[in-house]
């Protein structure tokens, strides 16, 4: 933002809303993680605004491939003499182009190994295709990105405020049995609404489960739900004209005053509703356990006292622990151990003169053994695996000096004369994240 001139009104967080994607997240996330993730993408961060906004862990997985609508593509060259990357075709679940058609994957992958290198849209990547046909709810959902992605900054919505706007859906829409919500009518209504092919391939296959999304979304909102997930469920309830901007401004007015419900329920509670579930609750615990009373037909008693009661319950809990007897079988760790180096041998010598494989860590060293979540789980238990991944593991220097010498090889091979720069960018490098060790490779070594 700072090399554009102030004219131009090209600030940072308008250079954020206009030409990434970020506006498709920022209204579902708390406010200050969404000023955290602003923060974030202003400066040098790695990525650390992915795992901020829960892209990482997302069910929502994202593109293989660059998507591009070609009459667009055309329209582009048109007006303005070249092709170019447009945010709007890259979006999961925005399969359609509004105005043409479906999109077509580009023959390039989104995470190229040559993350530095640049690739410009040509005609080469993006050959001339036919568009396939329509359909209501791919155009639905491109058409809600798409204005998702035109939106201004704005704060975000609290959790509270969300969890209100869906608890007075479920009402409106009679799909509640007094204050609970009736699940199976908001999941008959979403899969009319859906198809489920759809929906498995998107990751959001909705279930009985308690975990799945849909029962969660109608739930007290804990934790972000994305901009998928939103449009589907809030579309199996909003008339067809609904617009996902309307629904963030809807929420956004909910006052703060009117969402906590309940609050003074616990002190209206009479000392003998009290009492009757302690009692029940004391002799359950006393006789099975906390975790098998809960089994034993007191779940509901339990849930009661969690809810009105809790410091009781948890003091209660923990006064009549039960120690049920260890039947684990004794495994011998020492010959374990034995048998485990004998493996990560072999590994090591298997590996040593391939020089295209991820960096050697710890962690990629177990996940070559048989059974890597016992191993990392007792490696405690596990002294000589423990001195042999201490020994052995390849450090950052290491990493980068092996992507470098594999870079160097293919250029000798080529018969190319080698540039520092074009060398950094094969091993997929850049100065900023090279080591000493690795400076000194180079200059030493590589002679570059």
């Known amino acids: 933002a700072n090399l554009y001139p102030l004219s131009m009104g090209l600030y940072s967080e308008t250079l954020i809303y206009r030409h990434t994607l970020f506006p498709i997240y920022a209204p579902f996330v708390a406010e200050l993680r969404r000023r955290e993730c602003l923060e974030l993408m202003k400066g040098s961060s790695q990525g650390a605004q992915h795992l901020a906004l829960g892209l990482a862990a997302s069910k929502v997985k994202a593109n293989r491939y660059f998507r591009y609508c070609p009459d667009c593509l055309k329209a582009q060259l048109e007006m303005y003499g070249e092709y170019f990357w447009c945010r709007r075709w890259q979006v999961v679940g925005a399969d359609v182009c509004s105005i043409h058609g479906g999109l077509i994957e580009a023959k390039m992958q989104l995470h190229d190994p040559h993350r530095h290198q640049f690739f410009a849209a040509s005609p080469n990547l993006c050959p001339s295709q036919t ?232 962690s990629w060293f177990i996940r070559q053994l048989k059974s890597p979540f016992s191993v990392e789980k007792n490696l405690y238990r596990l002294s000589l695996t423990n001195r042999f991944l201490e020994r052995y593991k390849e450090s950052v220097e290491d990493y980068q000096i092996r992507r470098l010498t594999r870079a160097i090889v293919v250029h000798i091979k080529s018969c190319k004369t080698i540039s520092r720069c074009y060398l950094l960018r094969n091993a997929g490098l850049s100065e900023e994240r090279l080591k000493p060790l690795t400076k000194l490779f180079l200059q030493n070594v590589a002679g570059i």
């Open 131 to 362: 568009l396939n046909n329509n359909s209501y709810h791919r155009l639905l959902v491109s058409r809600q990105i798409e204005i998702l992605l035109d939106t201004i900054p704005a704060e975000s919505p609290t959790s509270a405020q969300w969890t209100a706007y869906y608890r007075h859906l479920v009402v409106i829409n009679h799909c509640n049995r007094g204050d609970q919500v009736n699940y199976q009518i908001i999941k008959d209504r979403v899969v009319r609404s859906w198809s489920q092919t759809w929906l498995t391939r998107m990751g959001l296959t909705v279930t009985n489960d308690q975990s799945c999304w849909l029962r969660a979304i109608f739930r007290k909102h804990r934790k972000s739900f994305s901009y998928l997930e939103h449009i589907i469920a809030l579309d199996a309830f909003l008339p067809a004209s609904w617009r996902i901007d309307e629904v963030i401004q809807k929420v956004n007015n909910i006052e703060q005053e009117k969402i906590v419900a309940h609050v003074q329920e616990c002190k209206n509670l009479t000392a003998v509703t009290r009492n009757k579930y302690r009692v029940k609750w004391h002799g359950a615990v006393t006789k099975f356990g906390a975790k098998l009373a809960r089994s034993h037909g007191y779940g509901d008693c339990y849930a009661w006292l969690y809810r009105h009661d809790r410091f009781w319950l948890l003091a209660t809990n923990q006064c009549n622990k039960i120690n049920w007897p260890n039947i684990h079988k004794i495994v011998d760790w020492e010959e374990r151990d034995r048998l485990l180096v004998r493996q990560l041998v072999r590994v090591i010598h298997l590996a040593e003169s391939k020089l295209n494989l991820p960096r050697k860590s710890r």
